[in-house]
């Protein structure tokens, strides 16, 4: 059991938008720590995608946006590409654990 | 280029040590905090371990409290896990990863080593 929730899986059409939800609690997002994603493609290690809540690493495509509210945190796709395909993870920090965590993991597949 | 390399996996009895190992390249090892972070077969990724630049702050997960050992050696450009008491629910591949800044609290984890398979099996 994950201190962040993910959904295992979400799925859309090539063109689509689809979202990711990221769900904590007031040790970790609602603190106001922030949150970070990855992706992660089968027999890779993971690749950062989103750092401090919204911002995108140099070479990631403005398709990815993310946003943060409360205690939960989401990640949108828009324009959904076939090697958008892969696993998709949220990161954060918490208080009371004094570590890193992460969510469960998401599978996006694009139909 | 930033290059993360790890070695030291392998097959290993239950309640044995292993020690793993990850040599750091392409950036300034000692500006930085540094990471350790695994993954089950077929399962999602668990942070395990974070070490300030200078060894001061270290953090572990609950799960592997007591039993698992971060350590680095800056002059080497290199990071260490050393495990002990080892369980079957350790088996992972294990990845070395570079933090964002020399604290290990609020990183994200902006470049990953290919990762060292660890297999606790008798």
């Known amino acids: 059991q994950s201190v962040l929730t993910q959904p295992p899986s979400v799925s859309g059409a090539p063109g689509q938008r689809v979202t990711i939800s990221c769900t904590g609690s007031?040790?970790?997002?609602?603190?106001?720590?922030?949150v970070y994603w990855y992706q992660q493609f089968p027999g890779t290690a993971p690749k950062l995608l989103i750092y401090?809540?919204?911002n995108r690493p140099s070479g990631v495509p403005d398709r990815f946006s993310a946003s943060k509210s409360g205690t939960s945190a989401s990640l949108a796709i828009t324009g959904l590409q076939t090697e958008d395909e892969a696993d998709y993870y949220c990161?954060?920090?918490?208080?009371?654990?004094?570590?890193?965590?992460f969510g469960g993991g998401t599978k996006l597949t694009v139909l | 280029e930033v290059l993360l390399v790890e070695s030291g996996g392998g097959l290993v009895q239950p309640g044995r040590s292993l020690r793993l190992s990850c040599a750091a390249s392409?950036?300034?090892?000692?500006?930085?905090?540094m990471h350790w972070v695994r993954q089950a077969p077929g399962k999602g990724l668990e942070w395990v371990s974070g070490?300030?630049?200078?060894?001061?702050?270290?953090d572990y997960a609950d799960s592997v409290k007591g039993r698992f050992t971060i350590s680095r050696d800056n002059a080497k450009n290199s990071l260490y896990l050393q495990m002990n008491s080892l369980r079957a629910e350790d088996t992972a591949l294990y990845y070395c990863?570079?933090?964002?800044?020399?604290?290990?609290?609020?990183?994200?984890?902006?470049?990953w080593g290919q990762g060292t398979l660890v297999t606790v099996s008798s």
């Open positions: 401090g809540d919204s």
């Open positions: 990863a570079k933090g964002s800044s020399y604290g290990p609290g609020n990183n994200y984890f902006d470049y």
């Open positions: 392409g950036f300034t090892f000692d500006d930085y905090a």
């Open positions: 990161q954060s920090y918490d208080s009371s654990l004094s570590g890193s965590i």
């Open positions: 007031s040790s970790n997002i609602g603190a106001g720590y922030d």
């Open positions: 070490i300030s630049w200078h060894s001061g702050k270290i």
